[in-house]
């Protein structure tokens, strides 16, 4: 195996709604950061894969158009993922693994200010029995939060003590959406949005974008004298009908963190791709963590929700925490689908 | 009572509030007043029309605003002979490729005013701008371009011309600093 | 590392409002088609999965095995609630527009269930665990709304 390590990140701020900015203008953000970080051009990469979701802007091929920001003349090597940028750095891992790249640049996207993301994410359920019936995602996540309390597995006091955790952690990033110090009974004392969900166990509508370089070790080492290695990766998916799979244990995120090793070592850190409360709840005790490991120092995504890179934010945000030294070792994940149907799993190693 | 289901019809619609991007509003706000402007690239001194806000050569944003005439060059072009059905338009018509005038992107845009037959490569155009009093923030301000009269351009020649137009406005802007 | 990018001014803004919509006519297959079929003629229909298992709504495969699933059974049009959660305020594009429930519904004889609306009238009769049965659609096409939703049985 190569080993590949995570040299440069950068997102833009997390805001609502960025206004008069479009998806090139937000990719350019990101994409220049990364590449001045490392003073690299498009001659130092040696491919691009994106991840984000036309659905969200309501423009076809709006991936295609983002491409502008790349500056894709002469040709370069490219790919797409119509879903969260994680695999999209799954795919440029795989690129690198195979010989074919030695450096890759992972970005992802998603304006969602456009529309309207509970009922555009119905778009992803099954066309027969489920989409016509208009199931948005909160709804969807309502119903596998009140699953977790009925199974006693988790309680209201616990979501909301991650939403404390969250806008607390977020404090320290400037850039955060969401932010600030609550106590557990201010959030208890909130009227529910979609039972058992009160308004700040879902996640903030975010315009944004994030990036990542990928490297080998050889290009790793001229940069930072401490590098971020991804010593293991895998992702696992569950079965797309609702009604057969069990939605008080993620099987998947268990089974994708055995397969990139995350048992192997003490966490210090892990980023989780938790848009919903209890999903953080539930991620950490799938992935075998306990309360040593810090989750999601970054805010997570209750602090800004970056549609189909919020995933990739979160190798960023463990990796550039492994490079200045603040951990040694990390976990970063990424989820897709209603109910935590797919998710995917990484451990960054600092050497 | 036993017949097969074999299909459903499940349509689906989805409300979306747009946001023009930065370039674009600058553009747009130029069409409201009747204006066509273009940007140009900072690395390659090409002028890019309608702006997206990147160059897409080299991925750099481009801000500096060049004001355009409406006159182009049809580069290519096609006859279309199929009704489309989100369009007004009643087939043949002509749908071509056009370069503004000092400008170096073409986009695509109607050609009228003239038989379909007698649309050419390197066929000189102007703008038909509808009445001013329709005038939005929107390339449909322009119904349509015709033909100027004027003899066709060579477009390889023209090709020629503006590249080198474009390396002399970089050479000269490498020299000034 | 991270820092990129701006706030936006917010006056500068143009917007437009458009519509997107997706006109598909999707075939169904057998499995769906027969369910569906079933809605239509007010009879609700599981498939036999592997292990003695009973799929409802019907797939294709069983989920666990990946058997293929041939066989239908006929099943009441009663269930009960495995979970459920509450809307007070629906959004737009619910097709209740009062508060309802939102439930996965285990079919009287089926070992999954089924993702539909509980029109129970407010919260504190929605529990788990309860019964509920179909209320049919006045005019019915073979479509998954041929079930309006379900109510307390």
């Given amino acids: ?351 | ?177 | 590392m991270t820092q990129a990018g701006s706030a936006p001014a917010p006056d500068t803004v143009l917007r437009a409002g458009f519509d997107v919509g997706f006109t598909y006519t999707r075939m169904v297959g057998p499995v769906i088609g027969e369910f569906l079929a079933g809605l239509r003629d007010g009879q609700i229909k599981g498939i036999k999965g592997s292990q003695g298992r009973v799929i409802c709504p019907p797939t294709e495969y069983d989920p666990q095995t990946a058997e293929e699933c041939t066989e239908f059974v006929n099943l009441p049009e009663t269930g009960t609630v495995e979970t459920f959660n509450w809307v007070q305020q629906p959004r737009a594009k619910h097709l209740l527009q009062k508060p309802f429930a939102w439930a996965l519904i285990r079919i009287d004889g089926a070992d999954t269930s089924l993702l539909h609306m509980v029109d129970a009238g407010n919260e504190a009769k929605m529990k788990r665990g309860m019964k509920v049965k179909v209320r049919w659609a006045a005019e019915r096409r073979g479509f998954i709304t041929d079930i309006a939703c379900f109510e307390p049985a």
Wanted: aromatic content about 6%; proline content about 5%.
């Fill in chain 2, 1 to 177: 009572m036993s017949e097969k289901i074999e299909m459903i019809e499940c349509p689906v619609t989805l409300s979306y509030n747009f946001s023009a991007g930065a370039a674009p509003t600058r553009f747009l706000r130029g069409m409201k007043d009747g204006r066509l402007t273009g940007q140009r690239s900072p690395l390659t001194g090409k002028v890019i029309v309608p702006p997206r806000g990147a160059c897409p050569e080299s991925g750099l944003p481009t801000s500096e605003e060049v004001a355009l005439p409406d006159t182009a060059t049809v580069i290519t072009f096609t006859i279309v002979y199929l009704p489309i059905p989100t369009s007004k338009l009643d087939p043949p018509f002509v749908v071509a490729k056009l370069v503004l005038d000092n400008s170096d992107q073409t986009f695509i845009l109607l050609v009228s005013g003239c038989a379909n037959e007698d649309v050419k490569i390197g066929m000189r155009v102007k703008a038909v701008w509808k009445d001013q009093s329709e005038w939005d923030y929107s390339m449909d301000n322009i119904a349509y371009f015709e033909p100027t009269g004027e003899p066709p351009v060579d477009i390889e020649a023209l090709k020629t011309r503006r590249l080198a137009e474009a390396r002399q406005y970089i050479e000269k802007k490498a020299g000034s600093k």
């Fill in chain 1, 1 to 351: 195996m190569r080993e590949v390590a995570i040299i440069a990140y950068a997102q833009t701020p997390l805001v609502r709604d960025c206004g008069s900015k479009n998806d090139v203008e937000l990719v350019m953000e990101v994409v220049h950061a990364v590449k001045k970080q490392l003073n690299f051009t498009n001659k130092d990469i040696d491919f691009f894969c994106s991840g984000s979701c036309d659905y969200l802007g309501g423009s076809a091929f709006a991936f295609v158009n983002a491409l502008d920001a790349l500056g894709a003349v002469p040709p370069i090597n490219e790919s797409h993922v119509e879903m969260d940028a994680a695999w999209a750095l799954y795919e440029a891992w795989l690129k690198i693994q195979t010989g074919h790249a030695n450096t890759a640049l992972v970005y992802g996207f998603g304006k969602c200010s456009q529309g309207d993301l509970p009922d555009v994410l119905t778009l992803q359920l099954d066309p027969y029995y489920t989409q016509p019936l208009w199931p948005d995602s909160i709804s969807l996540a309502a119903l596998q939060a009140q699953a977790l309390l009925d199974a006693g597995k988790i309680t209201e006091a616990d979501m909301a003590r991650v939403v404390q955790q969250s806008r607390a952690n977020a404090k320290a990033k400037p850039t955060a959406q969401l932010k600030g110090d609550f106590t557990v009974e201010q959030l208890l004392a909130e009227p529910k949005l979609v039972s058992p969900l009160r308004r700040h166990d879902c996640p903030p509508v975010t315009d944004g974008a994030s990036a990542v370089i990928l490297a080998t070790r050889e290009v790793a080492e001229r940069f930072h004298k401490r590098n971020a290695y991804i010593t293991g990766i895998d992702h696992r998916i569950e079965s797309h009908q609702l009604g057969t799979r069990d939605l008080t244990d993620s099987l998947s995120t268990r089974l994708a963190a055995a397969g990139a090793g995350v048992a192997k070592g003490k966490v210090d850190i892990a980023e989780l791709h938790a848009p919903f409360s209890h999903q953080s709840l539930l991620l950490k005790q799938a992935l075998g963590l306990d309360d040593s490991t810090k989750i999601n120092p970054s805010g997570g995504a209750l602090a800004g929700n970056i549609m189909m890179s919020q995933g990739l934010s979160n190798f960023g945000e463990v990796a550039q925490r492994i490079i200045k030294g603040e951990a040694n070792r990390g976990v970063a994940h990424a989820t897709s689908g209603a109910c935590l149907q797919q998710n995917l799993v990484a451990v960054l190693e600092g050497k």
